[in-house]
């Protein structure tokens, strides 16, 4: 069966360090795949996309890379901030771009 | 600019009684609409997913079904509400035919009792 899956365990780091999460997908061809952030009681907010043929995007303090050898992303957040604290969570299209199917989502804690 | 709306916020039903959730976007065209559910310190669920009036794909068997009666329409249903079908119901579009990022509603918190 189809899966993606992040840690479902909370990534605990320091203010100022890099955090870095991981999403693993099973019987997925994506073409593109998606990181979102999501605060508590409201709706995932998009930060970046990464196509299949591209091995790193970045924006910002926001490092995505995307290897399907591995079937596996991964997600940066460089000098991260208590603010940076949320969940995350990586995303899966198909090639028709009409289904999207989100992993599990891991919660990060910046602490002061 | 586009925005989605999606109401109610929260939801308060009995258990058997019927379900109707709405979720209308404005400022596209032909966009492809997702309804979604989280239940809690979970990720998100993919129930339906519509490309078109009247074009429902469904991904999970359950007590829900969807409809589009127009193209930036979305509605959610049940006949009869299970406690099991509480959670948090997100609505939300993207663009069609190249990859774009998805905008989600504000969400219901429906809670069955």
């Known amino acids: 069966s189809q899966k993606i899956e992040q840690n479902s365990e909370a990534l605990n780091i320091q203010e100022g360090k890099t955090a870095t999460l991981t999403c693993n997908y099973t019987?997925?061809?994506?073409?593109?795949l998606q990181w979102y952030r999501q605060d508590p009681g409201r709706g995932p907010v998009f930060l970046l996309l990464?196509?299949?043929?591209?091995k790193e995007k970045r924006k910002e303090r926001l490092k995505v890379t995307f290897d399907t050898t591995l079937k596996q992303s991964l997600f940066h957040i460089t000098a991260s901030q208590p603010a940076d604290s949320a969940t995350y969570l990586c995303a899966l299209t198909n090639t028709g771009f009409q289904k999207l199917v989100f992993g599990t989502g891991t919660r990060l804690l910046v602490s002061p | 600019s586009q925005t989605i709306h999606q109401w109610p916020a929260t939801l308060v039903q009995p258990v058997g009684s019927p379900l109707s959730l709405e979720c209308t976007v404005e400022g596209t065209s032909n966009p492809n609409l997702y309804w979604y559910r989280q239940a809690a310190g979970r990720g998100l669920q993919l129930l339906f997913y519509?490309?078109?009036?009247?074009?429902i794909s469904s991904e999970v068997p359950q007590n829900l079904s969807a409809s589009r009666p127009q193209d930036r329409q979305f509605i959610l249903s049940s006949k009869k509400l299970l406690l099991s079908d509480s959670g948090f119901y997100l609505c939300a579009w993207s663009g069609q035919g190249s990859p774009t990022e998805a905008f989600f509603g504000q969400g219901t918190r429906l809670t069955v009792v």
């Open positions: 990464i196509r299949e043929n591209e």
């Open positions: 519509s490309v078109g009036i009247g074009q």
């Open positions: 019987n997925y061809s994506p073409a593109y």
